[in-house]
C-alpha cells in the first residue's frame, strides 16, 4: 500500500540554526501539506501546495518557513532561522483525487 | 474560522462500545474524517463520511452524522485494548482543503 514517508524521523538543532525537513508524497497524488503539532496541542496547517506552487499558509507560516518541490517526488520545508518555540512535530500529508489525506510518520523536531 | 470541538478522555472496558463525539461550526465540508494516532506514531486515516450521507458503517466502525446539529460521532465496536489511542476528528475547509483538526480523544481501553 503506498505511503508517505518522512526524514529524519527526529532532528536536533539549535536555536538560529536552519532545518529542512524532507517527505515524499505518494506519487499520484497532486495535493501536498505541512502541518505541526506542538506537544499537548491540536495539529495545526502550516502551509497547502498544488501544482508547484503555494495554494494557502496560515499565519504561523511566516517569511521563516519555505517549501518546496525539487525534483518531483521530494517535498520539503525549511525553517530557515530556528527558534525554540518551533519545536513540535511535523507531518507531511499528500491528497489525490479521492480526497483522502494521508499522513506521513512525522518528524520530531527539537530547537535547544 | 473553524472551530472543531471534542471531549479529551474516554475509558470503557474491553469489549463494549466506544462513542467518541465531534461538533464542528462550518457546514460547507465535503467530507468529514476520523483519523487514529498511536503513541509516537503519524495520524492514520481510520473513516471518513461525506457530508450528504448520515451513517457509514466499516467493519467495526459506524460514523454518524448529524448535519443540522454539526455533530459527528465514531462508534466503535467490540473495543480491543489495540484501539486504545487517540482519536481525532477533522474538517476540511477552503479550496485548498486544509484540515481544521480537534483537539483529540484520548481512548483508553481496560482490560
Known amino acids: 500500500e503506498p505511503e508517505v514517508t518522512q526524514t529524519p524521523s527526529h532532528q536536533v538543532t539549535q536555536m538560529g540554526q536552519e532545518v529542512i525537513l524532507r517527505c515524499v508524497p505518494i506519487s499520484n497524488h497532486l495535493y501536498f501539506y505541512w502541518y505541526r503539532q506542538i506537544l499537548g496541542q491540536k495539529v495545526e496547517f502550516l502551509v497547502s501546495?498544488?501544482?508547484?506552487?503555494?495554494?494557502?499558509k496560515s499565519e504561523i507560516f511566516d517569511d521563516q518557513f519555505s517549501v518546496e518541490r525539487p525534483d518531483g517526488s521530494n517535498f520539503t520545508l525549511k525553517i530557515r532561522s530556528t527558534k525554540l518555540e518551533d519545536s513540535a512535530m511535523y507531518f507531511c500529508a499528500s491528497m489525490g483525487q479521492a480526497y483522502e489525506q494521508y499522513f506521513g510518520p512525522g518528524t520530531r523536531l527539537t530547537v535547544t | 474560522g473553524e472551530d472543531v470541538e471534542q471531549s479529551l478522555f474516554l475509558s470503557v472496558r474491553e469489549g463494549d462500545s466506544s462513542v467518541i463525539n465531534c461538533t464542528y461550526t462550518d457546514s460547507s465540508s465535503t467530507y468529514l474524517y476520523w483519523y487514529k494516532q498511536e503513541p509516537g506514531a503519524g495520524l492514520q486515516l481510520l473513516t471518513y463520511?461525506?457530508?450528504?450521507?448520515d451513517m457509514k458503517q466499516d467493519q467495526r466502525l459506524t460514523v454518524l452524522l448529524n448535519k443540522k446539529d454539526k455533530h459527528l460521532s465514531l462508534r466503535i465496536a467490540d473495543t480491543q485494548t489495540g484501539d486504545s489511542a487517540i482519536y481525532f476528528c477533522?474538517?476540511?475547509?477552503?479550496?485548498?482543503?486544509?484540515?481544521?483538526f480537534g483537539s483529540g480523544t484520548r481512548l483508553l481501553v481496560r482490560p
Open positions: 477533522a474538517v476540511p475547509m477552503d479550496s485548498s482543503y486544509k484540515l481544521i
Open positions: 501546495f498544488y501544482n508547484n506552487e503555494i495554494s494557502e
Open positions: 463520511i461525506f457530508s450528504n450521507m
